[in-house]
């Protein structure tokens, strides 16, 4: 009964969690045009019944502002994390398919980027491909496959030598089919741990490049621009400002990590035993 019990109760924490994320990036798409809205009327109000998170210099609201931003970054951290999820499995699967000196090649790769301290490496890429949304994207997305890739090569290094994997390939079954057939199956629990695993690393680095100026235009409702332009009015006294944007990334980042924990133990349990 136990492990039925743990079963159940980390698929209903699952929906629950899944359920709060898809909520909050709904509710920041609905209030994106009000979060935008100045009313220089009511600048500078600190948290009240009316303004659950007070308001800025400009009026603008700051609890449709942070709904708004953290839509924002969950969209974006769901792109990029598809993506290097994707080139992660791509790569790793090359290994098995291409032979040595593609794992050679693509072992040497992964070495360099992760060489690389990443929130340079996502600053650069941003920088190349224009800034903006399209530079956030393409930062994130191509500097975050790595530690995935790795993992999923040990896997396939490991599967190439198992016996039904040579048995199907003595009797003549082609490389793609076995890596269709019986590779992808087996590397289907750490792939999808590692994407959800990459969604809160995504939302980080750009909320990271856009607070120091790499990513997202000033126009859009980001939480790395809320933050950066918080820091000028911190030592005002408008704490709220910072504090609450601040939180509710914690907050979402932490949903994310704990996800693909239970994701993890719920597609591979004996990980909950070691």
Known sequence: MKPQNQRRNTI???I????????ITAAGMLLKDQAVQTNF???NL???REFLFGTDWMGRDMFARTLAGLSLSIRIGLLTAAVSALIALILGTACAVLGRAADAVISWWIDLMMGIPHILLVMLISIACGRGFTGVVAGVALSHWTSLARVIRGEVLQLREAPYI???SKLGVSKMQIVKNHMIPH????????LILLFPHAILHESSITFLGFGLSSEQPAIGVILSESMRY?????????LFPGLSL??????FALLGERVEKLLNPASAHE
């Open 12 to 14: 209903l924490f699952l």
């Open 16 to 23: 629950v969690t899944a359920g709060v994320l898809i909520l």
């Open 41 to 43: 009327a009511r600048k």
């Open 46 to 48: 600190a948290p009240s």
């Open 166 to 168: 040579l048995t199907a």
């Open 187 to 194: 590397l289907l629990p750490q792939f999808v741990t590692g």
């Open 234 to 242: 911190l030592t005002t006294g408008r704490w709220w400002l910072a």
């Open 250 to 255: 914690v907050c979402v980042v932490m949903l």
